[in-house]
């Protein structure tokens, strides 16, 4: 599908709605190859924005709410330039729109989607221009009535004033005329900075009393007239298919009305679902559980029945010995590091993670024989439309999409296999049916993050200077059986060659070795940068130490000037590593760096550039004697650009650190014999509040004039600046994670 | 057949007496602010008041219903109006992020609220134990301690 991308408010319209109220949007009816409606108006408008007559605004929100609070900070861009009071406001979440044109189909509300941090940017400018245009057109219907020149005329507040006379007339006394009139042709001049009346102050998350009531209705708590519920048996071993199927103890279950296989992806072929399985349609959605428990299926011998996790690390130590793809090769890197002084080579290891979100995967899907409806809590729903579209014979205008909020993304709902699996169901059951995942499903299905092993190598000059680096990774790519990427360009997924040091040291080698292994892999908040940060911003710190620099230092030696390099990678189009300098110096000063602290105790840093942002860590920690772990502070910085929601961009920040120390310290998702061995929170333990500090402090350090995104940022510095804490209190590397009981094993 | 009260209403179910008192709340009795995150009472997003106390419905047996008051998210509020002093200070604190673990947090902490009107840290950590995946516990803490405060008020 095209992007809506040419001037978007040339698009913009504007109508009268049956409760009298002015709406602004983008048109329901077609839009042609080049731009103009080729059809009149149904009387529906997608819309954006609308008056009441009671003077309430009714703004549109078009992304996923996946807990990232875009459902807030983006109706507050519109909201700005519209010139209302906030609480005035209220969101309603829109639905998948994509609309036909002379060459296919392309977006109605503009692009949806929630993934790569991208929703504040991506809006930044169109959101304003809808809510300034449609300011301009309730003065301009103002200054009609009153028949004094437009200039005169301004909005304020929900209403329109004429400073002249005097005269004042509310929003929703304007609607009928402004209706009247033709969008303008360009968007009305937006505002500076400095009059933000909204944007940059702390507003709560728009649905939180609905939360905190329990009224917000996630996927899961979806129903319809006639539902049916449905779970799947999947195999349990990677890529192994249903051989026989026994549900005779199944049938009897009360309520159970169906039991038939799914068909898994092909081999080596695209997941359109994560696996082949037997799916179980009840009455309710305790008989769809206890029907499965009940279940005897016979599976066929997986193709990767001897995968294991001693198996992947030993491919990993393999591949390292040889020559991999080199990605990147700037200057000369062999003759660099055989003219260093000194050299410095380490290897860290990074496993695999699920992406956990607390609403297992689900969806409702009723197909028809020519129409199909879903409802899910999704972060691409045009993908969800696709999925559907790819199991049944159904047009994309045949297939409509309500997102409900999110139970957490995280990446997981990026891939839409779930709302596959119940289009399959319901079409084969005739009926609506909500799909729903177990714990056990979601922890032992998954498109996992990728798992690699990384190598790093750097040379010194008699300076201590950083004359030569290398990163060799060797991993389990995520573009795994995607099927538009050939395998000379996997690597893509997995280094970003313009991520820090390239355009620094001048002698400099990327290369990327591909493993082998049949676990589905796939985007984990931050796809590749918490593995990559975490090897990078460890390896710094040895770097440091093994020349006897200090790690700040050698950091701000490297980031060097307030420039832009070229970034040609998701984040892009540049990176300016001196705003990384700029975080590190301020969380230096906060967490008092450079003071002595006592044996036992001491301070890690960390910096990274994630998709457009930039951010840091400090970390104070304690190692006991015995190995026992206590972080005793944690120094959270980020540099997201123009901050639109403060309270959004710091709970992003807490939350990511959080995130981040969570699975550095307890996750890993390990295999045996093909399967994996995790199966719920018992033993993959996100970690609860009192595993994590009582306070992470936030700073956030605006700047330029546009803003980046907030959704993944704060995650890749966490891990390494706690390691790197843990070595300067107590000496002890670690180079795996996680952290685990490394520490008590080392020490006792 | 169980009988039991439902944030003051009557309730029946006359399906499987194993029927976990989640499903019960949720499909039957359509009251969806009960949420499945685990069910093996390890994430806490099912926490619900049976006479009085926090149980994890998810493993909790209808059965262990009968003839008791049960309260769930719905019904913590005293009405439309008011609400309870979680739920007050949940949203001065602006706790919630995804929101999904959130209602079996408000229920775990109202509950050692009506225990402990003051409680410490120690406390805190040691009773909240429910999982967020978001990661809002800085916000979660904070809130407790002025809820504590907002009950103290009333």
Known sequence: MSAVSISRRRLLVTGLTAAGGFAVGLPAGLIAANGESTQKQSGKIGFYVEVRPDNSIVIGSAQPEIGQ?????????????????????????????????????????????????????????????????????????????????????????????????GDRASYADLAADAAQLTPPEEAPPLKPQSEFRLVGTPRNVVDARDIVTGKARYGIDTEVPGMKYAVIQRAPVLDARVASIDDSETRKVPGVLNVFEVEGPGKGAPYHILAAGVAVVAESQWAAFEGRRKLRVEWTQSPWANENTDSFWQQTDELLAGKGQVVRDDGDFDAAIAAAENTVTRRYKVPFVNHAPLEPQNCLAHVQEDKAHIIAPTQMPGGAMRAVAGVTDLEPDQITVEMTRVGGGFGRRLTNDYVAEATIVSKHTGMPVKLQWSREDDVQHDFYRPSGQHELRAGLDAGGRVTAWTHRLASAGKYYRRANVPPEEQFGAEIYVDDFPAGIVENLRYEWLAVNSGVPRGSWRAPAHTANAFAVQSFIDEVAHAAGRDPIELRLELYGENRELKYGQHGGPTFNPWRLSRLLEHIAKEIGYTRERPEGRGVGIASHFTFGGYAAHAIEVEVGDDGTLEILRVVAAVDCGVVVNPRGVEAQLQGGTIDGLSTALNLKITFAEGRVQQSNFHDYPIARMAEIPRNIECHILPYGKTPTGMGEMGIPTAAPALTNAIYNACRIRIRELPIADQLRERLT | MESFTVNGTPAEFEGYSSTPLLWVLRDHLKLK?????????????????IDGKAVRSCITPVTAAAGKSVTTIEGLAPSEDRLHPVQMAWLEMDVPQCGYCQAGQIMAAAELLAGNSAPDDDTIDAHMTNICRCGTYVRLRKAIHRASELAAEV
């Open chain 1, 69 to 165: 609070g875009v459902k807030t900070s983006l109706p507050m861009l519109v909201a700005e330039e519209l010139e209302v009071p906030w609480e005035a406001v209220s969101i309603e979440q829109m639905p998948l729109g994509i609309v036909k044109t002379a060459d296919g189909y392309t977006w109605k509300y503009g692009g949806q989607g929630a993934g790569g941090s991208t929703s504040v940017t991506g809006a930044w400018e169109f959101l304003r221009e809808v809510g300034a245009t449609a300011r301009e057109m309730l003065i301009r219907a103002a200054a009609q009535r009153w028949s004094v020149p437009r200039g005169r005329c301004r909005a304020k507040a929900g209403y329109v004033v004429c400073d002249d006379s």
């Open chain 2, 33 to 49: 602010g009960t949420k499945f995150g685990c069910g093996i009472g390890q994430c806490g997003a099912c926490t619900v008041h």
